[in-house]
């Protein structure tokens, strides 16, 4: 059965840096590329970013670009997102995701994790 | 780019079948077969329930039926369930592109 478990979510203030990270089991971790995607509270679903199996390429959404960074260690069956200069825009639950191809990318979303909550605020 | 257009809310009786559109443009929805939805609960994870417009995951009841003409795409729940009250998102991406989120729909089961 596929998991993943993000950690690292809390309170932080305004321009400071927050690490999340994912841990995978269940499946080949280094065959799928992974994402993470977010939701603020009470709102809808929002594309974040994306990172290919081997960690070689590397996506983020305009809104994020610059400041956040996703990296992946498969030999830990980890994700991770690192967050600099939060806004307070960027409260959100985020969520880390499972791509549904092996060795591609179709940007479909087939596992994901129970979310962790970043607010920004001070 | 925007996100997509999908109602705010649709309701449905016990039995009966919905549709949830999902409205997007000639280069995201109207211009690829990349289009998915996602059903989420209160304080869950989403779920992938449509992949490449039409095709369901293994496990996912076929009460779940989604098609696409032109630009819109949609989601047609059969045989209605108290279960399926949930929100429904749709998804969007032009090939090997990042994906866009329609805004959610609510699904209230009366």
């Known amino acids: 059965e596929v998991q993943l478990v993000e950690s690292g979510g809390g309170l932080v203030q305004p321009g400071r840096s927050l690490r999340l990270s994912c841990a995978a089991s269940?499946?080949?971790?280094?065959?799928?590329?992974m994402h993470w995607v977010r939701q603020a509270p009470g709102k809808g679903l929002e594309w974040v970013s994306t990172v290919s199996w081997n960690g070689g390429n590397t996506d983020y959404a305009d809104s994020v670009k610059g400041r956040f960074t996703i990296s992946r260690d498969n030999a830990k069956n980890s994700l991770y997102l690192q967050m600099n200069s939060l806004r307070a825009e960027d409260t959100a639950f985020y969520y880390c995701a499972k791509d549904r191809v092996g060795g591609g990318v179709d940007y479909y979303f087939d596992s994901w994790g129970q979310g962790t909550l970043v607010t920004v605020s001070s | 780019q925007s996100a997509l257009t999908q109602p705010a809310s649709v309701s449905g009786s016990p039995g009966q079948s919905i549709t949830i559109s999902c409205s997007g443009i000639s280069s995201d929805v109207g211009g690829y077969s990349y289009v998915s939805w996602y059903r989420q609960h209160p304080g869950k994870a989403p779920k992938l329930i449509i992949y490449?417009?039409?095709n369901r995951p293994f496990g996912v009841s076929n009460r779940f039926t989604g098609s696409k003409s032109g630009n819109t795409a949609s989601l047609t729940i059969s045989g209605l369930q108290a279960e399926d009250e949930a929100d429904y998102y749709c998804s969007s991406s032009a090939s090997s592109s990042t994906p866009l989120f329609g805004g959610g729909t609510k699904l209230t089961v009366l």
């Open positions: 490449d417009v039409t």
């Open positions: 269940g499946f080949t971790f280094n065959d799928y590329t």
